[in-house]
């Protein structure tokens, strides 16, 4: 898909990889509703990727985890620029280390990073059949392809994740929906270094399992990545190559895949303060 001339959504869109995204889209030509929990982070971002343009930019605030504030955000685009071309399901959240993590963190975290997808691919698809065209990105990491030390309910949703954005394609590909699924490894943003935050041992081994796996990339890098997938139409978008030959790896024998993964782990605990 070209972008010049298209309305987009980017959650998770006031700093990171959605900020990038946004200020990607708006050098392509594109008009973006950047939306970020942080509605003043997502004014901002807005105001900086526009460059003092009007209409080709607008930040609001709110939980886009839930329904009702995506159909707002999409009502808001329409009003603003037109009908939504794209929409990039980027907000995210790292969740807690270990089975110490209660209901309502599981509840919390399939909201983010599952349920918001479905809930915006609910209200946008139907219409993008209608048109013939449309175009869903869901930002999940890599640890959806592999797994994540430490936080079961990051791993399990990245998981949930991938497999919806496949779904989505598989069943709406041939009726003119394009689908896009980004799997990063570390990437320099707040979520990243979550983990160390947490004041947990298995939460710190999170962080740095991806921290020590590979180069830790910035948000203007992905947001390349992602944009040049977008407009090759490719659904698997790796701006760590070396994922797919982990992905490889996994999947020629899966037991030994798990025994390795065991080493790392305790190779990573056994390091922690």
Request: glycine share 12%; net charge negative; with cysteine.
């Amino acid at each position: 898909m070209q972008l010049e001339g298209k309305v987009a959504i980017v959650t998770g869109g006031g700093a990171g990889i959605g900020a990038a995204l946004a200020a990607g889209l708006v050098a392509a030509g594109a008009c973006v509703v950047v939306a970020d929990i942080d509605g003043a982070a997502a004014v901002d971002v807005a105001r900086t990727v526009a460059h003092g343009r009007d209409g080709v930019a607008v930040g609001v605030g709110g939980d886009v985890a839930e329904a009702a504030r995506i159909e707002a955000l999409i009502a808001l685009a329409e009003r603003e620029f037109g009908p939504v071309d794209l929409y990039f399901a980027n907000a995210g959240i790292a969740g807690a280390p270990g089975l110490d993590a209660g209901e309502a963190d599981w509840d919390r975290s399939l909201e983010v990073n599952l349920r918001a997808h479905i809930r915006a691919a609910q209200l946008l698809v139907p219409g993008w059949v209608e048109r013939g065209e449309g175009y869903f990105v869901s930002t999940a990491s890599a640890a959806g392809l592999l797994t994540q030390i430490g936080s079961a309910t990051y791993a399990v949703t990245k998981h949930a994740a991938v497999a919806f954005a496949e779904w989505l394609s598989v069943t709406y590909g041939d009726q003119g929906v394009r689908v896009s699924c980004l799997c990063p490894m570390g990437v320099n943003t707040k979520l990243l270094y979550a983990g160390e935050d947490s004041g947990d041992r298995l939460g710190a081994a999170a962080s740095r399992a991806v921290t020590t796996a590979g180069a830790v990339l910035e948000p203007a890098d992905v947001a390349k990545a992602v944009l040049d997938a977008v407009a090759e139409e490719r659904f698997l978008i790796l701006p760590h190559a070396e994922v797919l030959d982990m992905y490889r790896q996994k999947g020629a024998d899966y037991d030994r895949w798990l025994r390795g993964m065991r080493r790392y782990q305790r190779s990573l605990l056994e390091g922690a303060p």
